[in-house]
């Protein structure tokens, strides 16, 4: 009997113990072999699942980055919570965990040591990944020139729950909310919140109007 050289995707999973969402990554991220067959389905050789079963350690490195913003927050449990979430998508996907960051500290604050410490771990090249929950653990503005800068030093930054697809009105919406609420809160401490009810109030309100009057940009169009 002619001895199997390939291996399904789910195949694949199976022999090495993780999911076939997990071997898709891979695949993706250039770590496993693949070829793809007149059908467009993954066969993964079993010369490469050899590899990998031989050499432990040699699957993604990942940094777990976790952040609340208050005080408050942290007492609440809120960080030790996102943290959990953050370590159970990491077994999920097949990761090893090879450090786990978590800090109580404003998106603002340049001084973050967590933040130095991820980006130290980054430049050493220690680690293939970094997870995070949503884009504003790490940043508020400017995520994707993050990501660009990461991916100089071959990291890739995972999300785990991404930002939603926003037409412009809607993300100038959240942008603004986001800068004067980050902004009022190191000013006014708690009164922030109250500023942004309001803010928010007065921003739906605006919306509502441009909806009635249909000025938005999709409906805008100068005609030809």
Same mark, same amino acid.
């Not at 467009?40 to 699957?59: M, S, Y």
């Not at 949503?134 to 503005?141: A, E, S, T, V």
């Not at 739906?204 to 009635?212: F, I, Q, S, T």
């Given at each position: ?11 694949? +999973?199976?022999?090495? &113990? ?21 059908? #467009? ?6 010369? +490469? ?27 609440? &449990? ?15 996907? @097949?990761?090893?965990?090879? +450090? ?8 603002? #604050?340049?001084?973050?040591? @967590? ?66 609420? !980050?902004?009022?809160?190191? !000013? ?5 919140? #109250? ?30």
């Amino acid at each position: 009997m002619k001895k199997k050289e390939f291996l399904s995707a789910g195949e694949a +999973a199976r022999a090495l &113990g993780v999911s076939v969402k997990t071997i898709q990554r891979w695949d993706k991220a250039g770590l496993l072999p693949v070829v793809r067959t007149a059908t #467009n389905q993954r066969r993964i050789p079993i010369d +490469a699942i050899h590899q990998v079963l031989n050499a432990p350690g040699t699957l993604l490195r990942c940094a777990i980055y976790a952040r609340v913003s208050s005080a408050k927050e942290e007492r609440m &449990g809120n960080l030790t919570r996102q943290v959990e979430r953050l370590q159970h998508v990491a077994q999920e996907r @097949g990761y090893q965990v090879a +450090a786990l960051i978590a800090e109580q500290a404003s998106s603002l #604050n340049e001084g973050r040591r @967590g933040m130095k410490n991820l980006l130290t771990l980054i430049d050493q090249q220690a680690i293939d990944l970094v997870l995070i929950e949503y884009p504003d653990r790490l940043m508020n503005f400017g995520f994707g020139y993050l990501e660009e800068a990461f991916r100089w030093k071959h990291v890739r930054l995972e999300v785990v729950e991404p930002a939603k697809a926003q037409t412009p009105t809607e993300e100038l919406v959240a942008d603004l909310l986001s800068s004067v609420t !980050v902004f009022s809160r190191r !000013v006014y401490g708690s009164r922030a919140n #109250n500023i942004r009810s309001c803010l928010s109030h007065t921003l739906k309100d605006c919306l509502k109007a441009e909806a009635v009057d249909g000025t938005d940009d999709e409906n805008n169009q100068t005609p030809p």
